[in-house]
């Protein structure tokens, strides 16, 4: 029994060694433990945190602040951050408007909100604008949610001007 047991699991290291290697020899499907894939992103290497205060306080006294919307464009349209620019995960990963590009390498300081408070989005397109070679932006703890709580304004469609 113990003889079976063995041989069994050796089969099964064998066979999970092989297909890991088979599937990291085709194009774009790399396994992350195999060391050729993507890291998570990283506090401190790709991101920095910051409270709902201390972004209202950065925006209030540096004028070069760029806050990003990362949440759905309908949720966008309803209120946001006032000033903040909408961009998606999925616009950011296929090509960054060169307009949009050029105001996040001129910015002081980006930040990245999101509906939730764990900000996994934001995580990953922070790290995708530290592989366009800018500076690691900052994410809003909480979200847009924090911010609220925080009494801090927000703005919606029917305030900004077309």
């Known amino acids: 029994m113990r003889r079976h047991l063995l041989r069994d699991m050796v089969l099964l290291l ?6 890991g290697t088979v599937s990291n020899l085709i194009p774009s499907r790399r396994l992350a433990w195999w060391g050729a894939g993507q ?16 972004a209202d306080e950065i925006r209030q006294s540096l004028p070069g602040v760029v806050f990003i919307d990362a949440r759905g464009l309908g949720a966008y349209g309803e209120s946001r951050i006032p000033g ?37 989005i934001e995580q990953l397109m922070s790290q995708q604008l530290r592989r366009l070679g800018l500076a690691p932006p900052y994410i809003l703890i909480g979200g847009l949610p924090a911010w609220r709580a925080a009494g801090l304004p927000v703005e919606s469609a029917s305030e900004v001007a077309p």
């Open 39 to 54: 890291q998570p992103p990283q506090v401190g290497v790709d991101f920095h945190w910051m409270d709902a205060l201390s």
């Open 14 to 19: 064998a066979a999970t060694l092989v297909l």
């Open 84 to 120: 903040a620019l909408h961009l998606s995960y999925t616009e950011l990963s296929t090509a960054l408007p060169a307009d949009l590009e050029a105001r996040l390498r001129g910015a002081d300081l980006i930040l990245l909100y999101g509906d939730t408070a764990d900000a996994d």
